[in-house]
């Protein structure tokens, strides 16, 4: 099975929601070259050690649960 990388920048921790999908690439190396691209850009170079790269499998169910709406 074919695994890309998924990077992502998780934001200020006093943010909630500010995890962001930054790109899909086809390499880690790809990933990390991206995370050397936007460490100094506004923001995340304030938050550096905030980036994640996560495999990713395709062709692969990853959500397998359902989901459920939060009543008030």
Do not use: S
């Amino acid at each position: 099975m074919d695994t890309v990388f998924l990077l992502w920048h998780n934001g200020p921790p006093e943010l909630e929601d500010a995890e962001m999908l930054i790109g899909v690439f086809r390499t880690k190396q790809d990933a990390k070259d991206a995370v050397t691209a936007l460490a100094g850009k506004p923001g995340f170079v304030d938050y550096p050690g905030r980036f994640e790269i996560c495999p990713y499998q395709l062709g692969k169910l990853h959500w397998t649960e359902g989901f459920v709406i939060p009543q008030d």
